[in-house]
């Protein structure tokens, strides 16, 4: 009984992640023995992307705005939001640090690359602080290639929550439930990860060649 208990415990616990491996092998297999194959799979893993891109910038939003709201008086908002702030840059610097180490003492990638070519035009300190913290108009907010500006404008709409009332206002409640289905449906699309990681690794394989195994298999172990 006691074996029983503790191969379903383990399934439970570590099924998800092989069912991931398992894809990610399978995928790789197929691009390295059936590259025609592998190739026209690629839809299966872009369908995956684009439906985890679609969930996760209304979440980031819902997610953020919502702890603040549902926090008890803003000045204790304020300052779990200050201490998180020093905490991700702090905890950011000594993991840029770590890696840079790493990455000197043991190169991600061998062998020698030519740089792309192309013109990089000159940007102000003034412009590129508003492109970095804000976007020209509300519709661009909702996009994930403005992840900082959307974080910016939850933290934002969380105080304003907070300080018309809270965690008692309806608008509150609103976003911890939109929270709770928003982490619901992200669920759901994970179930699908191993068919889009298969996919995805097919057509990587099968379109860079077998070298592309052993450079993600060297940066995994780094």
Known sequence: MSKTNGSKSFFKTYGFLIFMISGIVAGCLVGAFAPDFGGKIKFLGTLFINMMFCVVVPMVFCSI???????????????????TLVTFLVTAAIAAVVMYAVCRAIPLVTG?????????GSVSAAEMIVNFFTVPDFTALW????????????IIFGFAVQWAGGADTPVARLLSSLTDCMLKAVKIITYYAPIGFFGFFAYLVAF???????????????
């Open 208 to 222: 860079y060649g077998p070298q592309l195994i052993s450079d993600y298999s060297r940066t995994l172990v780094v």
């Open 65 to 83: 705005a919502s702890a603040i709201a549902n926090m008890k008086g803003i000045r204790r908002a304020g300052k779990i939001m200050g201490a």
């Open 112 to 120: 020698a690359y030519d740089p792309p070519e192309g013109e990089v």
């Open 143 to 154: 996009s994930r290639k403005a992840m900082l500006p959307l974080i910016v404008a939850a």
